[in-house]
C-alpha cells in the first residue's frame, strides 16, 4: 500500500543525490477524483487474489497430479519469488515514467491483464494440449502438459505481478494529495484482496463447480482437472470484467517525462542502470534497526512459506490420509483444504479491522510481531500431533467386497481447521507489521520509503526460493509428506519471535499505526 511518509528526522543528516529522472505532469498538484473511481480501481484487486487464492489452493496437488514427483513440485514455485523481485519493482519504476495517451498505470493493467487470459488458457488445458501432443491419457508423468503447465504457471505469476504494482500506485494518483483518501483508497485495496480470497477459496472447495461448464471435462482431465479449469475460466471472467469496467470509467492524465540524468560518457547508458543503481544504494545506506527487520522478515516468511505452498497437499495426504493415484480420498482432502484457506481469510480480515486495538492491547508492534510469531511456531508444531492424530484414528469400510479409507474423524478434522483459523491472525499481522517498520526506519536512514519497502520485497521473496528449492527435497530425504518443512517452519518461527523480542527496535504506537493506515504524520 502507499504510505504517506513522516517528517524527516534530524538523527542523521545525510545528502542524497537528486532524483535521476523528474516527472512533470500537466498539473504538478492532481486533483483527488471521486470515491466511486477510487472503489472502482481497488475492486481490481478483488478480480486478482481470486487468482491467487486457487493457485495456493489448487495448484500443487494439480502439479502433482501431472506427474511432478512431490519433492519438485516445490520448484514449480520459484516464478512467484523471481517475479516478485524483478518484474514488480521494474513495472513500478517504469509506469511511473510511461508517457502513453492511455496513461502511466492503465496500460500496465491492461497488458497484464490480457496475460493472465493467457496463462489460465494454457494451465486449464495443459492436460488436453499434452494428450494432443502425444502424452497418453490416465498415464503420469505426462511431460507436454507438464512443460505446458509450467509455461502457462510462469506467465500468470509475472502477469499478477505486473497488475499488482501499478493498481496500488493509481489509487495513489487518484487520491491526489488528500491523505483520508489515500487511507480510503488503501482500506478499500484491502478490503477486495479479502474479498476476491474469500471467494477463490470459496470456489476450490466447491468440488462440483465443474457442472457449470460440462465441457470442462475431458478424457485427458478428469473431475479434478475440470473443477480447476472452471474455478480459472470463474477468474478470468471476474478479472476480465472489473478491469474493463474500471479502465473504461476511470481515465489518466497524460504524464509527459523529463530526463536530467546522463552516464558520464555522454552516451546516456547509465539510465538504464537508474533502477538497479538505486537499489543498491538503499543497501549502503541501511540503518541497523532496519536489517533486523529484515532478518526478522526473512526467518518469519522461511516460516510462512512451506504452509502456503503444501496446506492444501497435508489436507489431502496426512489428515485424510489419501494418495494422489487413489484420487477421491485426496481430492476431498484438498477440497477441506480450502474451506481450511477460507476460514483462514476470514479471520485475517477480522484481524486487520481490530490491528489498531490490537497493537495497543499488546504493548505495542514490537510485542504483537514477536507474540504472533510464537504463535506461528506453535501451529505449525500442531500440524505434527493432528497428522499422528489422524493416522492413529484411520478406518476403513468394506462394501461388496471393496475396502475404501474412511474420512477422518470430525475431532482431527476440528484440529486442521482450528490451525487453518488461527493462523490468519499472524498471517495479517505479517501482512501489515513489516511494511509500517519499513517505512519508519527509512526516515532514519536516509532511504527513500518507496526503495525501502523495495528492499523489504527482498526479504520476502529470497526466503520463497529458499524453501522452493529445498523444501521439496526436504521433505523426501524424511519419508516424503510435508511435516518436515512444517517443523522447519516452526523453529524458524520461533527464531524469529525471540529476535522480535530483543532486537527489533519499537518506535511509538502512534507512529505505528499512522503508518499502517496510510495517515499522515504531526
Same mark, same amino acid.
Given at each position: 500500500?502507499?504510505?504517506? +511518509?513522516?517528517?524527516?528526522?534530524?538523527?542523521?543528516? @545525510?545528502?542524497?543525490?537528486?532524483?535521476?529522472?523528474?516527472?512533470?505532469?500537466?498539473?504538478?498538484?492532481?486533483?483527488?477524483?471521486?470515491?466511486?473511481?477510487?472503489?472502482?480501481?481497488?475492486?481490481?484487486?478483488?478480480?486478482?487474489?481470486?487468482?491467487?487464492?486457487?493457485?495456493?489452493?489448487?495448484?500443487?496437488?494439480?502439479?502433482?497430479?501431472?506427474?511432478?514427483?512431490?519433492?519438485?513440485?516445490?520448484?514449480?514455485?520459484?516464478?512467484?519469488?523471481?517475479?516478485?523481485?524483478?518484474?514488480? +519493482?521494474?513495472?513500478?519504476?517504469?509506469?511511473?515514467?510511461?508517457?502513453?495517451?492511455?496513461?502511466?498505470?492503465?496500460?500496465?493493467?491492461?497488458?497484464?491483464?490480457?496475460?493472465?487470459?493467457?496463462?489460465?488458457?494454457?494451465?486449464?488445458?495443459?492436460?488436453?494440449?499434452?494428450?494432443?501432443?502425444?502424452?497418453? /491419457?490416465?498415464?503420469?508423468?505426462?511431460?507436454?502438459?507438464?512443460?505446458?503447465? /509450467?509455461?502457462?504457471?510462469?506467465?500468470?505469476?509475472?502477469?499478477?505481478?505486473? *497488475?499488482?504494482? +501499478?493498481?496500488?500506485?493509481?489509487?495513489?494518483?487518484?487520491?491526489?494529495?488528500?491523505?483520508?483518501?489515500?487511507?480510503?483508497?488503501?482500506?478499500?485495496?484491502?478490503?477486495?484482496?479479502?474479498?476476491?480470497?474469500?471467494?477463490?477459496?470459496?470456489?476450490?472447495?466447491?468440488?462440483?463447480?465443474?457442472?457449470?461448464?460440462?465441457?470442462?471435462?475431458?478424457?485427458?482431465?478428469?473431475?479434478?482437472?475440470?473443477?480447476?479449469?472452471?474455478?480459472?475460466?470463474?477468474?478470468?471472467?471476474?478479472?476480465?470484467?472489473?478491469?474493463?469496467?474500471?479502465?473504461?470509467?476511470?481515465?489518466?492524465?497524460?504524464?509527459?517525462?523529463?530526463?536530467?540524468?546522463?552516464?558520464?560518457?555522454?552516451?546516456?547508458?547509465?539510465?538504464?542502470?537508474?533502477?538497479?543503481?538505486?537499489?543498491?544504494?538503499?543497501?549502503?545506506? *541501511?540503518?541497523?534497526?532496519?536489517?533486523?527487520?529484515?532478518?526478522?522478515?526473512?526467518?518469519?516468511?522461511?516460516?510462512?512459506?512451506?504452509?502456503?505452498?503444501?496446506?492444501?497437499?497435508?489436507?489431502?495426504?496426512?489428515?485424510?490420509?489419501?494418495?494422489?493415484?487413489?484420487?477421491?480420498?485426496?481430492?476431498?482432502?484438498? &477440497?477441506?483444504?480450502?474451506?481450511?484457506?477460507?476460514?483462514?481469510?476470514?479471520?485475517? !480480515? /477480522?484481524?486487520?479491522?481490530?490491528?489498531?486495538?490490537?497493537?495497543?492491547?499488546?504493548?505495542?508492534?514490537?510485542?504483537?510481531?514477536?507474540?504472533?510469531?510464537?504463535?506461528?511456531?506453535?501451529?505449525?508444531?500442531?500440524?505434527?500431533?493432528?497428522?499422528?492424530?489422524?493416522?492413529?484414528?484411520?478406518?476403513?469400510?468394506?462394501?461388496?467386497?471393496?475396502?475404501?479409507?474412511?474420512?477422518?474423524?470430525?475431532?482431527?478434522?476440528?484440529?486442521?481447521?482450528?490451525?487453518?483459523?488461527?493462523?490468519?491472525?499472524?498471517?495479517?499481522?505479517?501482512?501489515?507489521?513489516?511494511?509500517?517498520?519499513?517505512?519508519?526506519?527509512?526516515?532514519?536512514?536516509?532511504? !527513500?520509503?518507496?526503495?525501502? @519497502?523495495?528492499?523489504?520485497?527482498?526479504?520476502?521473496?529470497?526466503?520463497?526460493?529458499?524453501?522452493? /528449492?529445498?523444501?521439496?527435497?526436504?521433505?523426501?530425504?524424511?519419508?516424503?509428506?510435508?511435516?518436515?518443512?512444517?517443523?522447519?517452519?516452526?523453529?524458524?518461527?520461533?527464531?524469529?519471535?525471540?529476535?522480535?523480542?530483543?532486537?527489533?527496535? &519499537?518506535?511509538?504506537?502512534?507512529?505505528?499505526?499512522?503508518?499502517?493506515?496510510?495517515?499522515?504524520?504531526?
Amino acid at each position: 500500500m502507499e504510505l504517506t +511518509p513522516p517528517p524527516p528526522h534530524d538523527l542523521i543528516n @545525510l545528502k542524497l543525490p537528486p532524483p535521476p529522472l523528474q516527472l512533470e505532469s500537466q498539473s504538478p498538484d492532481p486533483p483527488e477524483r471521486p470515491i466511486w473511481q477510487i472503489a472502482m480501481v481497488a475492486a481490481i484487486a478483488a478480480g486478482v487474489q481470486f487468482g491467487w487464492a486457487l493457485q495456493l489452493s489448487l495448484l500443487t496437488p494439480y502439479v502433482q497430479l501431472l506427474g511432478i514427483p512431490h519433492k519438485w513440485a516445490a520448484v514449480i514455485w520459484l516464478c512467484g519469488p523471481v517475479s516478485g523481485m524483478i518484474v514488480q +519493482p521494474l513495472v513500478g519504476y517504469y509506469s511511473d515514467r510511461c508517457t502513453s495517451r492511455f496513461g502511466r498505470r492503465r496500460p500496465f493493467i491492461a497488458g497484464g491483464t490480457i496475460l493472465v487470459a493467457i496463462a489460465v488458457f494454457l494451465i486449464g488445458y495443459a492436460a488436453d494440449i499434452g494428450v494432443a501432443a502425444g502424452d497418453r /491419457v490416465g498415464n503420469a508423468p505426462k511431460p507436454r502438459a507438464i512443460s505446458v503447465f /509450467v509455461i502457462g504457471f510462469w506467465i500468470l505469476d509475472v502477469a499478477n505481478n505486473t *497488475l499488482q504494482g +501499478p493498481c496500488r500506485a493509481f489509487l495513489a494518483d487518484l487520491a491526489g494529495s488528500n491523505s483520508t483518501r489515500i487511507r480510503t483508497g488503501n482500506s478499500l485495496f484491502a478490503f477486495f484482496m479479502a474479498v476476491g480470497n474469500v471467494l477463490g477459496y470459496a470456489a476450490g472447495s466447491f468440488t462440483r463447480l465443474h457442472k457449470m461448464l460440462p465441457f470442462t471435462q475431458t478424457p485427458a482431465c478428469d473431475l479434478y482437472c475440470a473443477n480447476l479449469k472452471t474455478c480459472f475460466f470463474i477468474s478470468i471472467v471476474l478479472l476480465l470484467a472489473i478491469t474493463v469496467l474500471a479502465l473504461t470509467t476511470v481515465t489518466e492524465d497524460v504524464f509527459q517525462l523529463t530526463e536530467n540524468v546522463e552516464s558520464s560518457d555522454g552516451s546516456g547508458k547509465g539510465k538504464r542502470l537508474v533502477f538497479f543503481g538505486e537499489i543498491a544504494g538503499a543497501l549502503k545506506l *541501511l540503518s541497523r534497526p532496519t536489517w533486523i527487520l529484515l532478518l526478522v522478515t526473512c526467518l518469519n516468511w522461511i516460516a510462512w512459506f512451506p504452509f502456503l505452498l503444501f496446506d492444501t497437499d497435508w489436507m489431502g495426504r496426512e489428515v485424510y490420509g489419501g494418495e494422489l493415484k487413489e484420487g477421491d480420498m485426496f481430492r476431498r482432502g484438498v &477440497s477441506a483444504g480450502a474451506v481450511g484457506l477460507l476460514m483462514n481469510s476470514v479471520v485475517a !480480515g /477480522v484481524t486487520s479491522l481490530g490491528m489498531d486495538r490490537l497493537t495497543r492491547v499488546c504493548g505495542g508492534v514490537k510485542r504483537l510481531w514477536g507474540g504472533v510469531n510464537f504463535l506461528l511456531a506453535v501451529c505449525l508444531a500442531m500440524t505434527v500431533l493432528v497428522t499422528k492424530m489422524a493416522e492413529s484414528s484411520r478406518e476403513f469400510t468394506t462394501v461388496d467386497g471393496v475396502t475404501s479409507l474412511r474420512p477422518p474423524s470430525s475431532g482431527v478434522k476440528g484440529g486442521a481447521f482450528a490451525i487453518f483459523a488461527v493462523l490468519g491472525i499472524p498471517l495479517s499481522v505479517t501482512y501489515a507489521i513489516p511494511c509500517a517498520l519499513a517505512s519508519i526506519f527509512s526516515n532514519d536512514s536516509g532511504v !527513500g520509503q518507496g526503495l525501502s @519497502l523495495g528492499v523489504l520485497n527482498l526479504a520476502i521473496v529470497i526466503p520463497q526460493m529458499f524453501v522452493s /528449492v529445498l523444501s521439496g527435497p526436504w521433505d523426501d530425504l524424511f519419508g516424503g509428506g510435508n511435516l518436515p518443512a512444517f517443523v522447519v517452519g516452526a523453529i524458524a518461527a520461533a527464531i524469529s519471535g525471540i529476535l522480535a523480542f530483543t532486537l527489533l527496535s &519499537s518506535p511509538p504506537p502512534d507512529v505505528v499505526l499512522a503508518q499502517v493506515s496510510g495517515a499522515p504524520m504531526h
